[in-house]
């Protein structure tokens, strides 16, 4: 069976042993459907690894705020032996993330040129996938600045705007140190979610004191989880800057700022600041 056969399958085709022609498997996956987002525009041979593990990674994003998205309501009802688990779970899915960059691990700019020039200038920049600033801003990233690609797009941008107003994980966990009698300042807990966080002293030696304290057990195993999650998106990062600078270099990208650039400006924003920085007080 040829590519384009097995790409336009219809119920009528497909063989099963079900009167309609289907499986439950095929049903529940939504196969089919599946196999006929890939739409190439070029001749490349990278570019169907670049649109499905761009899907994937889709995929993964939405994942990962469903996760990260429950994990912050269970910490906020104080369930967190519930959130350690979907913190675990999410670390998992991190670690799925960072190996869909394997499919792009020899592209070189002579194929990913081709591809670039059929998506057109800034239309087609990393910045548009809104999910991954969903996950961005559950993580504590927060920038008005990146709502503006979306615009033209209301439901998408009401979407994200109201994400940046929710506090994120970390600011649900901060105030979960302050209800379990940690002296955080009011500053760190009440403040205007819309702001990036600003690491604070008294936040530092607060998770000192956790890590100090053995009654503070749980609260210190729920840091080695925020900690795992954070060096994970991390790692995910730092692949993604090293793929853009094999494959694209430093070339303007959105903002007509070096693509490179913008990749190594996101990795100094620090993700749980606190969690990092406490280390060299322990």
Request: charged residues 25%; negative net charge; proline residues 5%.
């Amino acid at each position: 069976m040829d590519e384009t056969s097995w790409r336009d399958l219809r119920p009528s085709t497909a063989v099963s042993g079900d009167p309609s022609g289907t499986t439950g498997y095929i049903d529940y996956f939504q196969v089919r459907q599946l196999h006929t987002l890939q739409r190439p525009l070029t001749e490349t041979p990278y570019e169907m690894a670049f649109l499905i593990s761009s899907q994937v990674m889709e995929l993964y994003f939405g994942l990962l705020c469903h996760e990260l998205g429950r994990a912050r309501r269970e910490v906020r009802d104080d369930d967190v032996r519930a959130a350690l688990r979907t913190l675990h779970r999410s670390v998992s899915h991190l670690r799925a993330l960072e190996g869909t960059w394997e499919s792009y691990t020899d592209m070189t700019p002579s194929d990913w040129n081709p591809i670039k020039a059929k998506l057109g200038k800034g239309e087609s920049s990393s910045l548009h996938s809104y999910m991954y600033r969903h996950l961005a801003f559950l993580l504590g990233v927060k920038s008005s600045k990146m709502l503006e690609p979306h615009r033209s797009t209301p439901v998408i941008h009401q979407g994200l705007q109201d994400a940046l107003e929710a506090p994120s994980l970390y600011d649900e966990v901060l105030a979960l140190l302050q209800r379990r009698g940690l002296p955080l300042p009011e500053s760190a807990v009440h403040r205007d979610f819309t702001e990036p966080y600003a690491a604070q002293p008294e936040v530092e030696a607060a998770w000192v004191q956790v890590y100090r304290n053995e009654s503070h057990n749980q609260l210190r195993k729920l840091g080695e989880s925020m900690t795992q999650l954070a060096e994970r998106f991390i790692r995910w990062q730092q692949v993604h800057l090293t793929v853009t600078i094999r494959t694209f270099g430093n070339k303007p990208g959105y903002y007509r700022t070096g693509a490179a650039d913008w990749l190594r400006h996101g990795l100094e924003q620090a993700i749980f600041p606190e969690l990092w920085s406490s280390r060299t007080e322990m």
